[in-house]
C-alpha cells in the first residue's frame, strides 16, 4: 500500500508540475506561477521521501514509518494543496494552511527521526 502511494504521489506531481508549466504559463502572474512552482517542487521532494519510506518499510517491516508516512502525507495535501490554489488564483486565505502543512511535514521527519533512535536500541 505504501509503495502505491508513493507512486501515485509522484504521478501527481508530474501531472500537476507539467500542467503549470504549460498550462499556467500564459494566464497565471508570476507570483502564482512562483506558488506552483514552490508547491510542485515540495511535492517531488516528499513524494520521494514518501518513496523511501516505503522502501524502507519493505527492506525492515519492522522498522515504524505508518506515523510518518501519515504526517508527512497531509503535510503535501495542506502545503502544496494550499500553493496550488493559490497558483490558480483562488482565494489567497487558504495561505494561511500553508504552514500547516509545512508543520505536518516537519513532525513526520522528525517522527521518523525519533523512531530511528527508538529502533536503533
Same mark, same amino acid.
Given at each position: ?33 512562483? =506558488? =506552483? ?49 493559490? #497558483?490558480? #488564483? ?18 513526520? =521527519? ?12
Amino acid at each position: 500500500m505504501w509503495l502505491a502511494i508513493s507512486a501515485i504521489n509522484l504521478a501527481i506531481a508530474v501531472i500537476l508540475g507539467a500542467f503549470g508549466a504549460h498550462g499556467l504559463k500564459n494566464t497565471a502572474s508570476l507570483e502564482q506561477l512562483n =506558488w =506552483w512552482h514552490t508547491s510542485t517542487e515540495y511535492f517531488f521532494y516528499h513524494a520521494l521521501g514518501l518513496l523511501a519510506l516505503s522502501i524502507l518499510a519493505k527492506a525492515i517491516p519492522l522498522f515504524p514509518i505508518k506515523s510518518s508516512f501519515i504526517l508527512i502525507q497531509i503535510g503535501i495535501i495542506f502545503f502544496c494543496g494550499s500553493l496550488y490554489v493559490m #497558483g490558480l #488564483g483562488l482565494p489567497r486565505i487558504l495561505g494561511a494552511i500553508t504552514p500547516i502543512g509545512g508543520a505536518f511535514m516537519i513532525l513526520g =521527519w522528525l517522527t521518523l527521526a525519533w523512531n530511528a533512535f527508538r529502533f536503533s536500541k
